[in-house]
């Protein structure tokens, strides 16, 4: 598949058959993903692949947790590290359904995905470079999340359906126990991997114009094409 293509159509999967993911083709996106980037070529990213079914249900279960407080929050209006007033184009009361109930569906379901991925990181990879400033950090997981995406563009280019979430780090003791972590592993991510239920599966994404996201030179001054 062509780049650009998968970079458009790659949506968050939600639905997903009971057909396995084949080991070859696993294997065959995770070779091509670990050429990503990463601070200091380090490397640091480490995959679990769960297809077990008990632990699967114990994954999904650990996840659960976390998204019942999330939908709690969301269905608030709560989500994250707020600052300001909510934008409107993202919050409004039918859009914000349409999303918590695809994602309900997935939460619930998650046990049955053919297969999870727990995405982690060796801590002493990372150089979290604004871990002093007076706000979240946001770039601890930078060297993880490079060879994460390059994941889910190799599931799409295999005609695979994932998607990813990151409630289930909140649980990372947890996680560390059933899975037997090191001390020195810190969970950045939960992708699910499937092959799509095509009648559920939406390719055709929108976006906000490169002019709203992309500045030129100083903030608020859009990036656009010379006249």
């Known amino acids: 598949m062509e780049l650009y293509e ?18 070859a083709t696993l294997y ?10 990463s601070g200091g070529n380090r490397q640091g990213w480490r995959t679990i692949v769960v297809t077990d079914p008990a632990l699967k249900r114990a994954v999904a279960d ?7 407080a999330y939908l709690e929050h969301a269905r ?26 695809r994602t309900d569906d997935f939460a619930k379901q998650l046990a049955e995905v053919p297969a999870l991925l727990v995405c982690c990181i060796e801590l002493w990879t990372l150089a979290v470079t604004d871990k ?3 706000r979240q950090s ?24 994932s998607a990813l979430t990151t409630l289930l780090a909140a649980e990372e003791p947890a996680v560390a126990e059933l899975l037997g972590l090191p001390d020195d592993i810190a969970v950045g991510a939960l992708v699910a991997v499937g092959w799509p239920v095509r009648e559920k599966q939406y390719t055709k994404l929108t976006r906000l114009p490169v002019e709203e996201v992309v500045y030129d030179n100083l903030w608020g001054q859009p990036y656009g094409l010379a006249d």
């Open 6 to 23: 998968a970079m458009r159509t790659n949506p968050s999967c939600r639905y997903f058959t009971d057909e396995p993911v084949d080991r």
């Open 28 to 37: 065959r996106i995770f070779d091509h993903a670990r050429f990503a980037s």
């Open 62 to 68: 650990l996840h659960s947790r976390q998204w019942d």
């Open 76 to 101: 608030e209006g709560i989500v994250g590290f707020q600052t300001g007033e909510r934008d409107e184009r993202m919050s409004s009361a039918a859009n914000a359904q349409h999303r918590l109930t």
């Open 132 to 134: 002093e400033l007076d």
């Open 138 to 161: 946001i770039v601890g997981g930078g060297s993880l999340y490079t060879f994460v995406q390059n994941v889910l563009l190799g599931c799409r280019n295999e005609g695979l359906g």
